[in-house]
């Protein structure tokens, strides 16, 4: 079964510094990995994704994730943290369910992000 | 043009009520799902429904059902509400690897 470790569960940082939030995986096949950042009392909204190809990958927000089969990691990183991205960000695997057209997420449990302005 | 949509925003209800959830997409995306995430920020899948075939977590009771009257809807329906029950919950829909989420429902249990 697939799993999601994302090991700090709260980190904090100074605005302009850059940022890095771990995340590793264990899955058999070729994962596919996503980033979502949740803001204070809002929904997920998907930061980035890979699939396949060049393993850095770039998202919104200026955000970037690294994939590392090696390591069986994807970190997300930001050269340069900003107040409003302070939030809750989770690391998820993508697995196919059985039968036609439909997967499943597993997420980890999350890193809060705190920025000291 | 809210990409997924879900009414209400929060839900405060009694204990042993049946209380419903409304979730709607208008990406055309042919698959949708419940997620629940608990007070700890932990997000789990409940279901994920295409118009073929329903996968059911096997944690999930019984008591919570999906209904989909068409392809971009899919309501959750909770019977005998419990404590326990209290979370927040996402709905979610696809059309292929990615997917993309709900506001969410805030759900409290009395």
């Known amino acids: 079964a697939q799993s999601v470790t994302q090991p700090d569960i709260h980190i904090t940082v100074s605005e302009g510094a850059s940022l890095e939030l771990r995340c590793n995986y264990s899955y058999g096949a070729t994962p596919y990995l996503f980033w979502y950042v949740q803001s204070p009392g809002q929904g997920l909204q998907l930061l980035l994704k890979?699939?396949?190809?060049?393993?850095l990958v770039q998202g919104i927000k200026g955000f970037e994730a690294e994939f590392k089969r090696s390591q069986s990691s994807f970190n997300l990183r930001k050269p340069s943290v900003h107040w409003s991205d302070a939030a809750e960000y989770f690391c998820a695997v993508a697995s196919q369910d059985s039968g036609a057209g439909s997967y499943q997420l597993t997420f980890g449990k999350g890193t809060k992000l705190s920025v000291i302005p | 043009d809210t990409a997924v949509s879900q009414t209400p925003k929060y839900l405060v209800t009694q204990m042993g009520n049946d209380k419903s959830i409304k979730c709607e997409q208008n990406l055309g995306h042919d698959t949708m799902y419940w997620y629940k995430q608990d007070s700890k920020k932990f997000l789990k899948i409940m279901f994920s429904?295409?118009?073929?075939?329903?996968?059911i977590n096997e944690t999930v009771p019984n008591r919570f059902s999906p209904k989909s009257p068409d392809k971009a809807h899919l309501n959750l329906h909770i019977n005998s509400l419990e404590l326990g029950d209290s979370a927040v919950y996402f709905c979610?829909?696809?059309?292929?690897?990615?997917?993309?989420f709900g506001p969410g429902t805030r759900l409290l249990v009395l």
């Open positions: 979610a829909s696809s059309q292929g690897w990615a997917q993309y």
């Open positions: 890979y699939f396949s190809g060049d393993t």
């Open positions: 429904y295409n118009n073929k075939e329903l996968i």
